[in-house]
């Protein structure tokens, strides 16, 4: 069955992968496929997709199948869950479509021509019915929107409208011919659709998890809306077991608790993960603040010298992480700079000491962390499990393509860009565990490794990426005999939305 997506205009990339990833989800076979409307391009909001049933697309507007029944969750989350919280994020809408057209004459004649027998059953005298009218890139005035709607006299509405609680929306969805259309490429020619709502999307969930509200945050701390992002691309939901090795402040392990998953997390930073800042402030307590499920266990581990038993193998559903990359914090691992440069031998902590040790931590650089991060992954996730990570990438005005890390286990099922600022941007990675580890597969791994270090760009190397993200302007554009002179020392060039 095809329908009409309908998607939030922001973070274009992240769209269809996470469809992609909740289709999966709910139950989705080989079946779906995508398709653009005539005379649009791939950053419309408008995208038809195909799906096996009407329940699928339903699931993936509100994606409240699975997590809406999580015996742990408060009466404030069930609360959100009822009133259709739980969502595919960047879905505004799934919808059948009854008709289209360039003008109201040829949207009239596509929709007469479509079947009776799935128009009538939705427009019973029993029912009730709301039509809405919604625009792209152009706003109507009330007499606009009530015109449209009262041309649709043709269409037997047998039933009695309900503005407030209907038993079946409809939506005209227009979009116009223009030279520009919040930032798009110009529109070739008007498009007009009608159809019936099967599910829509209520962000409800967003303002309720924003990071201004949460009790522990950390300069790292991920974004609500990315980190339910995350969540979604690697199919958290009741049952799995999610965990993120960089956790800190642990945003993307509640993102992954409320979608009803259980939740694991590790970070080097034992003042982080055992004491935040006080009892009541700190991992433990973000999760109390939703009323959510605890994790399993918060660790202080290393993700360079991971202690996990050698027989331990396949135990997460997912691995959700965002990296340490340099910019607001470099990555750190066990052993401090005189160990790791071998001028002194690595000691043991006395036990009279041990309850407030600190153990001191040298430089970490990002291509070796995610060499230990695959690894990881690849020990660790179960067969078809997904690994999701941001992963830095310099922006090339020359457009020459990036490398990304590869690994024998994994297919790589999605790139998602996300741009920060005018000189680099991060990568969202999506990989699926395709093939078992063995010690065969890690000697491949280690050789794909070793060829990556050596040609992959020199700024993901020793705080490089840093210097390339807060560098000045050229100074040879500096002027220091006009009032234009600007101090040379480096700034951050500024966030994209």
Known sequence: MWF??????????????????????????????????????????????????EEIAQNIAKRSKYDSFSPHLSSFSLFLTRNGASVGILVKGMYELWGE??????????????????KLPFL???????????????????????????????????????????????????????EENNGLQPILQRRIFFGREVGFADRKLLPAFQLKSRTYLGPTAMDAEMAFLMANQAKATSGKLVYDPFVGTGSILVSAARFGA???????????????????????????????????????????LPPWRSGLNEIFDAIICDPPYGVRAGGRKSGGRKILRGTV???????????????????????????????????MLVMKGRLVFFFPVLRDENGSEVKFPEHPCFKL???SEQILSSR???????MVKVEPYSQEVEEAARLMHLEFRENHLKWLEEGNIHSSVFKPS????????????????????????
């Not at 009239?108 to 009776?116: H, L, R």
């Not at 006080?278 to 202080?300: E, I």
């Not at 902590?349 to 153990?359: G, S």
């Open 413 to 415: 099922v999605a790139v």
């Open 262 to 304: 259980m939740t694991m997390g590790a970070d080097i930073d034992i003042r982080v993960v055992r004491d935040g800042r006080g009892p009541d402030c700190n991992v433990w307590s973000n999760f109390k603040q939703y009323g959510l499920p605890m994790p399993v266990a918060l660790l202080r581990m290393d993700n360079n």
């Open 101 to 118: 057209g360039t003008c109201y004459e040829e949207l009239k004649d596509s929709i007469e021509s479509f079947p009776d027998s799935r």
């Open 124 to 178: 019973a005298s029993d029912s009730t019915f709301r039509i809405s009218v919604e625009t792209f890139g152009k706003a109507l005035t009330f007499d606009e929107q009530r015109e449209r709607i009262n041309s649709l006299t043709y269409i037997p509405f047998d039933g009695k409208v309900n503005l407030k609680n209907p038993d079946h929306n409809f939506f005209i969805m227009e979009m116009d011919e223009s």
């Open 345 to 379: 031998d690595p000691y043991t902590v006395p036990e009279d000491k041990r309850t407030d040790h600190i153990p001191s931590t040298g430089a970490y650089s990002l291509v070796e962390c995610v060499h230990d991060l695959l690894h990881l992954a690849a020990r």
């Open 474 to 497: 050229d100074h040879s554009q500096i002027r220091a005999d006009t009032k234009s002179f600007k101090d040379p020392k480096p700034k951050y060039r500024g966030k994209y939305v």
């Open 424 to 430: 680099y941007s991060r990568v969202l990675l999506t």
């Open 4 to 53: 009409l997506c309908v998607f939030y205009h922001r973070l274009l990339d992240f769209r269809k992968p996470e469809v992609e990833a909740l289709a999966e989800l709910f139950g989705e076979d080989e079946s779906l496929q995508w398709r653009l409307p005539e005379h649009h391009h791939n950053d419309t909001p408008f995208h038809f997709v195909h799906l096996s049933s």
